[in-house]
């Protein structure tokens, strides 16, 4: 990059201008291929020409952009006549190409302005947005008046909620602020809500492994208890043990994510166990599936089953935040009762219940509990988690599985409790 000191930073923009429009052109001249062009505005080289008038009005007057305000009414009063006469020929009513052209004109005061970042953000989204017509047409069509209410609700909750909360203890006897419960709520939600919208939107009819890659995200045990239920109706096929696996591996990811979000110390220290449990759950999965004898059956089955229930119901919320509470007191009351000793031991109880509100709460304690305890406190909850979901899916799923379904939860539990063994001795 030594060499752009040398060029002019007036042509570096001249040429950035250029380009930018020359493509937004290009890309008007593709969607509109099949049209009539006497009944078009223009295509790539009208908007580039866009564009080049657009910075030399621009840099005809850089301080108070007079000539350039000028000319982007010039321009709009254009575009306006050429709209009527569009109506009036074909009685085609779009105004895609229209406004295109107004932000074509716009890109030179983006290039003097704006951060690079910025700029080739605007650029991506104008060419996105143009080309992502029909998918976005798709993507309503499969929406219904309740996904915009849910994305509302996850508006509100993480942008307007969230920031008028205090930071403050709630009281002496209850050790946590308003803001950071409702922020876990928030963080949780929102890989939950993630989730939820890839399994409706883009993956609607996903097989049995992407069901326990997605589930994963959503809830492990959830996922371990639905493709085990589907084994049993024989939905689910061959593939079911090592989808229940991956969706386990998901967990260890999971939560490293959320470690790094709200404690990146204790996240640092997990880093390499937790990615070294999701390879373990990977070769697992891996294992299972070359076992697959049936070469029929090898192809993974679609599984039908209903989206993840909405993670922003007030019902969803209002658990996750109780049972935020509830660990919260808990938590330190064993800490205060019984030490680090009794936080670690309390980790296996809480391995049997939603883990995500005991170590959110882990995470977000200020003070009173070293490091080194909390991620022991981690691990022994996923290993105690982990044998409740293999109780979940031997009883649930058939005869001829339980016993390959218990070896592989015996090995993960087993690196489990020896990845925690190692930090006792550390």
Known sequence: MEILKYVPDGFVKFILVLIFSLLIG????????????????????????????????????????????????????????????????????????????????????????QPVWLLLSFIVALLLVAELKNNLITLTKKASEKEFIVLAKFIALAGIILPLLPDGNISPQIPISPYHLWLAIVVVSGISYCSYLLKKF???????????????????????????????????????????????????????????????????????????????????????????QDQSSEQDPVMNVEANKNPLEFRTAAIFGGLFVVFALLTDFVLKRYGSGGITSLAYVVGVTDIDPFLLNLLQHKTGIEQITIVLAIINATNSNNLLKMIYAISLSNKSLRKRIFFNFAVLIGAGVLLSILFYLL
């Open 26 to 113: 290009l890309e008007q001249r593709r969607h509109h291929i099949d049209e009539n062009e006497h009944l078009l505005f223009g295509t790539d080289r009208t908007f580039t020409f866009i564009g080049l008038l657009a910075y030399v009005l621009f840099i005809a007057d850089p301080v108070n952009y007079i000539p350039f305000l000028t000319g982007f009414a010039l321009i709009g009063l254009l575009l306006g006549i050429q709209y009527h006469h569009k109506i009036s020929q074909n009685g085609k009513f779009g105004l895609t190409s229209t406004i295109l052209a107004l932000l074509t004109y716009c890109i030179p005061i983006m290039v003097f302005t």
């Open 202 to 292: 883009v993956f609607p009819d996903s097989g049995v492994m992407l069901t326990g890659i997605l589930g994963g995200l959503y809830s492990s045990t959830a996922t371990t208890v639905i493709i085990a239920r589907k084994e049993k109706l024989g939905e689910a096929g061959p593939h079911a043990i090592s989808a229940i696996m991956i969706a386990n591996g998901m967990m260890y990811l999971r939560i490293l994510f959320l470690s790094f979000i709200f404690n990146p110390q204790v996240a640092l220290q997990l880093t390499i166990p937790f990615v070294g449990m999701f390879l373990v759950t990977l070769l697992l999965s891996k294992i299972s599936m070359s076992k697959i």
